[in-house]
């Protein structure tokens, strides 16, 4: 198999709230096809709800993205929870526009799940996944010689 170039990793502090009107944008003409040409379906139904659903979660996105962008926070809880929020609401969008990857318009290197809040992050969580691997590796291997 070729060694492939990885993609660089997204992180919350990379979205902003441009990112949540995007899939927002992408999705809307989707939905309101199916909704304008499937009226009172199943069909109907599900982009009704998908097109909601979108709509808040995007809203609350950029509320977040905002509150991130002006830094007020009355301490750093606050400000985790809202990069939380945004990680959160984020991975929702992402998981409602992902269907659609193959589309022209699907931006594939920005609409990815993001896993971690920032390039630290990332690296703790990356170092704490070895050793828990290697520590089932251990354990993998110690059953299999007391057998």
Request: charged letters at 25%.
């Amino acid at each position: 198999m070729p060694n492939l170039p990885q993609q660089a990793r997204l992180h919350v502090v990379d979205l902003t709230a441009a990112d949540a009107t995007a899939v927002s944008e992408f999705l809307e003409p989707r939905l309101r096809e199916q909704m304008d040409s499937q009226y009172g379906t199943p069909a109907y139904k599900t982009a009704f709800a998908l097109d909601g659903i979108v709509r808040s979660t995007a809203s609350r996105m950029e509320y977040h993205c905002e509150a991130l962008a002006e830094d007020n926070f009355f301490n750093s809880r606050e400000r985790l929870n809202s990069l939380h929020a945004v990680q959160d609401a984020w991975n929702h969008l992402w998981r409602a526009v992902s269907p659609w990857h193959e589309e022209d318009g699907y931006d594939t290197a920005r609409w990815v799940h993001v896993e971690y809040v920032d390039p630290a992050a990332a690296e703790r969580g990356e170092e704490m996944k070895a050793r828990v691997a290697a520590e089932i590796e251990t354990e993998l291997q110690a059953e299999g010689q007391s057998r």
